[in-house]
């Protein structure tokens, strides 16, 4: 008769070895685990349990305890010191019954204790059970290897992506810079309206406009890209210095004058106490830039964003800086999709201005190599403020 708890079919039976030193219980054990359909091997004394197992590892197998020479638990201490055959279940089969023996059964190695004399159906269920388990880890083991070389093969991909991508935007920046540049040299002329011979037509000075502002956005994205590519790849290497993030903050303002008046944005900055921070300066005006440009980019027309800069932490250790807008907000399932590249959400520029789904990410990435941190609150409907740290020195990271 088969029990019903049966470990799952394959092309070959399980394979057991039994290890009993007297063979009328060989014979027992033998014949009950045959019925239910397993490959038996015997063995009489430990020594030979050991060569056997070498020669033909076994699924399972089953031990008696006492037996003269080499008893079940040394069979079992030298199994688990033996990699090949480590991670062969062990039940022990034994009449001894005493905490101390059950406990020295597991710290030999053992995975289950059965006891005599034994009842059929518990012991074919434990086998079972254990083979079961057997089979599980090694399909888990099979799965995690062929995830450790699809790994490899997207890290490879990712690679040749990234240079691909990198060289791409190098070979690109150079004539976009040539298209930005003449497209507004023609504009200037046209403009100046001095010389009769320069005007054009309404509709001529729109393409001309519209080629400068596409070059200009084309210019953005192929920055970006440069940028993510350097990042990734681990060719950013900070200069950092003790820099005035209010000094900064005032600059990327004064540049983005434009932005700002195009949508009547009222732009708020306030500063609390020191405003120093340890940064490469080139790289954080990056990231304020970046925030700061988001945040008219998301707001309606004459609506309002704040920047506020102060100390922060028990003992002022780090300057925080946040940015806070009265746009369209954050929905509660896109924070964790916030800093991940080519991200689409649902808030969308508010006047024609285009996105790349880059920013953030570099935002992102660039604070983390500063070893700050950043991070959004948002009301979905009332707007969004990002808020990011930054250390004061070396030995004060908020990572």
Request: glycine share 8%; with cysteine.
């Amino acid at each position: 008769m088969k029990y019903e708890s049966q470990p799952a079919e394959s092309d070959n039976p399980p394979f057991i070895l039994v290890v009993d030193d007297k063979a009328k219980n060989l014979q027992l054990v033998g014949s009950l685990l045959e019925d239910q359909g397993y490959d038996i091997a015997f063995a009489k004394s430990g020594q030979r349990a050991l060569e056997l197992a070498d020669q033909d590892p076994p699924d399972l197998i089953l031990l008696d305890v006492m037996m003269p020479g080499m008893d079940g638990y040394e069979v079992c201490t030298k199994l688990k010191q033996n990699n090949a055959l480590a991670s062969i279940p062990v039940i022990f089969l034994t009449a001894k019954t005493e905490t101390e023996d059950i406990v020295q059964a597991f710290e030999s190695g053992g995975v289950d204790y059965v006891t005599k004399p034994f009842r059929t159906g518990e012991l074919i269920a434990r086998v079972a059970t254990q083979l079961n388990l057997k089979q599980a880890r090694e399909r888990l083991k099979l799965s995690n290897e062929e995830l450790s070389v699809r790994n490899e093969e997207l890290k490879v991909l990712n690679k040749k992506k990234s240079e691909f991508m990198g060289i791409a935007a190098h070979d690109l920046k150079n004539p976009l810079v040539a298209i930005a540049g003449l497209s507004g040299v023609v504009k200037d002329m046209v403009e100046d309206g001095n010389d009769p011979n320069n005007r054009l037509d309404e509709e001529a000075l729109e393409m001309v406009q519209g080629i400068e502002k596409a070059s200009t956005h084309m210019f953005s994205i192929v920055n970006n890209l440069l940028n993510t590519e350097a990042l990734e790849s681990g060719h950013v290497q900070l200069h950092k210095e003790k820099c005035d993030l209010q000094k900064i903050v005032s600059e990327v303002v004064k540049l983005g004058r434009e932005q700002v008046a195009g949508k009547k944005i009222e732009l708020i900055v306030e500063s609390t106490g020191e405003t120093i921070v340890l940064a490469d300066p080139g790289r954080l005006r990056e990231v304020v830039d970046n925030l700061i440009s988001n945040a008219i980019k998301f707001s309606p027309c004459e609506k309002r964003v704040w920047v506020n800069m102060s100390a922060g932490g028990e003992a002022n250790n780090f300057i925080r800086c946040s940015v806070k807008d009265e746009g369209p907000g954050l929905k509660p399932d896109e924070m964790g999709k916030l800093f991940g590249k080519f991200q689409k959400l649902s808030a969308r520029p508010t006047g024609g201005e285009t996105s790349t789904g880059l920013g953030l990410s570099i935002v992102k990435q660039l604070i983390d190599l500063h070893n700050g941190r950043i991070w959004a609150e948002s009301e979905y409907g009332r707007g969004c403020t990002f808020i990011f740290e930054l250390p004061l020195s070396e030995n004060t990271g908020r990572g």
